[in-house]
């Protein structure tokens, strides 16, 4: 769970160790995210994308799924749902880190993509949400 938020975030994100811009999609969020590092910073179809998210859990979370929706404008193209206990540790209290690894489709066009990652506990309460875009270059 401390891997547990996004980075998310997934894919989630593209940009070579470099912190990502992010903007939250959800008030009072009880995983607030602090940083998103994605490795490479522009990533080509078939590269695998490492997020690296960290961030602070202000109450304990035993468990739950993140899922990353990736859009190209408004167009919903793919989502991805990993398991917070294997992106990172469980339970997370206070400082967490997590770290999701995705493979950018090798049919993936040259553009701007934007994410949504949202993490919520097993009851399907939500968590976290946050909002990103990355680069994709062939």
């Known amino acids: 769970m401390r891997s ?34 994605v490795n490479p910073v522009i990533a080509k179809p078939g590269d695998n994308v490492t997020s690296i998210i960290k961030g602070t859990a202000n109450k ?19 989502a991805f749902t990993y398991d917070l206990c294997k992106i990172g540790t469980c339970p997370v209290t206070g400082p967490y880190t997590a770290t999701v690894v995705q493979n950018v489709p090798k049919i993936a066009l040259s553009g701007v993509y934007s994410t949504k990652n949202t993490a919520v506990d097993a009851a399907g309460n939500i968590l976290s949400c946050v909002q990103f875009d990355f680069q994709v270059k062939k």
């Not at 899922?67 to 193209?77: A, D, H, P």
């Open 4 to 37: 547990i938020i996004f980075t998310l975030l997934v894919l989630i994100a593209i940009v070579n160790c470099d912190l990502v811009k992010t903007t939250s999609c959800f008030e009072n969020p009880t995983l607030t995210v602090d940083a998103v590092d």
């Open 60 to 78: 304990e979370v035993t468990g739950g799924k993140l899922t990353v929706e990736v859009f190209l404008r408004t167009i919903r193209l793919f």
